[in-house]
């Protein structure tokens, strides 16, 4: 048995962790200060391998007990919450990703970066492998998670190569499943919240953006996976199978028998035209690969959350 150490665990790919590294029998020590997660995300779990600290990663923080593992997801992730709180953002990155690091080099842990296929920007080579350095504005509104995260990165690197942390680098691509929330912005929560509704399904631009979803299950094994090999470069995780939004739209309206007519509003500034992982590595390196394809992760979704949950009723 590991003891794990995961920021932001009571949010939505966190708490997941959480429950998975419970599940295959480690202890868990859970952080977080509940910005955009929430404790109705963690408040199913109770075992004693179970410990929830709510407390900000922005400031100095220490465990004492042995950790094994550090997970580092705290971050606001949707352009909802990281336009809403962009100094917080740019803060977490850097600060809390320094405090989590030194966490990790006192108690010689394996440690991961949730980052994010959003330090590719806007690409200019499609697929994304991670040997691409990306197309970011630094000072567009998507700037402030974008560079804390390309900052994270760096500083992730420098304490493996000059403290000799063990360190591990996992570039996030989309990610979907029970537990988003219904009003965080991103497309498949909110194409599910309007479509549960018979409201029009809103579709920035004209649809033919393209994105890759990975179900949660697959990224939260990926993510284990990655933790758990010896890894320090970046891993692309997620789903390559690519669909246009106007194509996400047409499936959920069709896994959850809507009547919504789907209509199309204004670009949001600096939107990537189009996202796909390259996940050579992950194979190679990992054995991962995605098993879930977008229909039946739908309607997973559906099932696990519940029509509730996924309107904003459940909150
Ligand atoms: P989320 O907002 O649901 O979870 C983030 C968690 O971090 C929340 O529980 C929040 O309260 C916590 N947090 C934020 N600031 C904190 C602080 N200062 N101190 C302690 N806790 C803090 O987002 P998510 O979708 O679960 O994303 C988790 C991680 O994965 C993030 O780092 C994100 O950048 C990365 N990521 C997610 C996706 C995705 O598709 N969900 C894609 C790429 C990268």
Not at 206 to 222: A, E, H, K, P
Not at 253 to 278: H, N, Y
Request: glycine share 8%; net charge negative.
């Amino acid at each position: 048995m590991a003891t794990c150490l995961v920021t932001g665990g009571a949010g939505f790919l966190g708490s997941h962790l959480c429950d998975e590294l419970l599940r295959r029998g480690h202890r868990v020590i859970c952080v977080d200060n509940l910005e955009t997660g929430s404790l109705h995300n963690i408040e199913h779990i109770r075992v004693p391998e179970f410990e929830f600290r709510q407390l900000d990663i922005i400031e100095p923080y220490f465990v004492d007990e042995p950790v094994d593992f550090v997970y580092h997801l705290a971050s606001p992730a949707s352009p909802i919450d990281y336009l809403r709180l962009p100094l917080h953002t740019l803060k977490v990155g850097s600060h809390g990703t320094h405090h989590t690091l030194g966490l990790a080099k006192k108690h010689r842990a394996r440690f991961l970066i949730a980052s994010t296929s959003e330090v590719y920007g806007d690409p200019q080579v499609h697929p994304q492998q991670e040997s691409y350095w990306g197309h970011v504005n630094p000072i567009g509104p998507r700037g402030v998670y974008d560079e804390a995260k390309r900052y994270a990165e760096a500083l992730t690197m420098a304490y493996h190569k000059q403290q000799g942390v063990d360190t591990a680098i996992m570039r996030i691509f989309n990610t979907y499943g029970a537990r988003m929330r219904a009003h965080d912005g991103r497309a498949i929560p909110t194409f599910m919240r309007q479509a549960l509704q018979d409201l029009p399904i809103t579709v920035f631009g004209d649809g033919s953006q393209t994105r890759s979803f990975c179900f949660v299950s697959d990224l939260i094994d990926g993510m284990i996976r990655l933790a758990e090999s010896g890894e320090h470069f970046p891993v692309n995780i997620g789903n390559p199978d690519e669909f246009t939004l106007l194509e996400l739209a047409h499936a959920v309206v069709d896994v959850t028998g809507s009547a919504s007519d789907i209509v199309f509003e204004a670009l949001p500034t600096d939107d990537p035209k189009q996202r796909r992982p390259d996940i050579t590595r992950a194979k190679e390196l990992l054995g991962w690969e995605p098993k879930v394809a977008l229909r039946e992760g739908l309607q997973r979704t559906l099932d696990q959350a519940g029509r509730d949950a996924l309107v904003g009723h459940a909150r």
